[in-house]
C-alpha cells in the first residue's frame, strides 16, 4: 500500500483526481465566460470581481494550479513508461479499428492545450493580477473593466480570436477521451458504465468546445461588423 502511488495504477489515479478536478472547473469558468456574451459586460465584471476577491476562490486558485501541474506530470511520466514497454512490433499494429484519434494522441493533444493555457495566462490571468487595469463604477465603490480587457483583446486581434478557438477544440478532442477514461480508472469500468460515460463524455467535449469557442467568434464578428 505504501507504494501504491510509485506504481503505474497509483500514477493513473493521481492523474484522473486531478482530471477530475480540472474537468469541473473547465465547467465553471465555461460559465463564467459565457457572461462575455451580455451586452454591456457588467455581469461578466462583476462575475471575474467575485471570483477575484472571493476567499474560497483565493483557496481553490494555487489549488488548480498544483492540479494542472500534478496532471501534466503525471501524463508525461506514463506517456514514458507507455512507450518503454511497448515492444518494437506494437507500432505495426493497426489501431484505427479499436481506438479513436483522440485516444491514440492524448499527450500530443495535451501538449497542444498546455501551449494554448501558458498564452492565455500571458493574455488574461497574469494582465488581470499584475496589470494596470480600468476600473468602472460599481455600487458605491469601482472594480475591475475585465470585460474591456478580454473583449478588446478579441475584438483587435483576429488571429488570436482563431488560435483561441483552435485551442477550445484540441481541448474538446482531449476531453472525449479524458472524460470517461478518469472515471474508468476511479472504478466505473463496467460495460454499461464506460458506454455511458463515453455519451456524457462527448457531450460534455462539445459543450466545453463550442462554449469557449462561440466566444472569440462572437467578438470577431461583432468586431467586423462596427
Known amino acids: 500500500m505504501s507504494n501504491i502511488f510509485s506504481a503505474s495504477i497509483g500514477q493513473k489515479l493521481i492523474m484522473s483526481i486531478s482530471g477530475l478536478f480540472l474537468v469541473i472547473f473547465l465547467l465553471v469558468h465555461l460559465t463564467v465566460n459565457s457572461l462575455l456574451l451580455a451586452n454591456d459586460g457588467m455581469m461578466f465584471n462583476v462575475a471575474a470581481h467575485f471570483m477575484a476577491t472571493n476567499p474560497v476562490i483565493r483557496i481553490i486558485e494555487p489549488l488548480l494550479a498544483i492540479g494542472f501541474i500534478i496532471h501534466i506530470f503525471y501524463a508525461s511520466l506514463l506517456t514514458l513508461m507507455n512507450m518503454r514497454a511497448r515492444p518494437v512490433k506494437y507500432y505495426k499494429v493497426n489501431q484505427k479499428e479499436s481506438s479513436t484519434w483522440a485516444s491514440r494522441n492524448m499527450y500530443i493533444l495535451g501538449a497542444v492545450i498546455l501551449i494554448f493555457l501558458v498564452i492565455h495566462i500571458a493574455n488574461f490571468y497574469w494582465k488581470l493580477k499584475f496589470g494596470e487595469m480600468p476600473t468602472v463604477n460599481y455600487g458605491n465603490g469601482k472594480i475591475d473593466d475585465t ?50 460515460l463515453e455519451i456524457i463524455g462527448t457531450v460534455y467535449a462539445y459543450i466545453i468546445a463550442i462554449g469557449f469557442s462561440v466566444i472569440p467568434l462572437y467578438f470577431l464578428i461583432s468586431g467586423q461588423s462596427n
Open 147 to 196: 470585460y474591456s480587457l478580454v473583449s478588446g483583446l478579441f475584438i483587435r486581434w483576429w488571429w488570436f480570436d482563431l488560435l483561441y478557438m483552435a485551442g477550445a477544440v484540441f481541448l474538446g478532442l482531449h476531453l472525449t477521451h479524458a472524460f470517461w477514461s478518469l472515471f474508468q480508472t476511479l472504478g466505473w469500468n463496467n460495460d454499461i458504465w464506460r458506454h455511458r
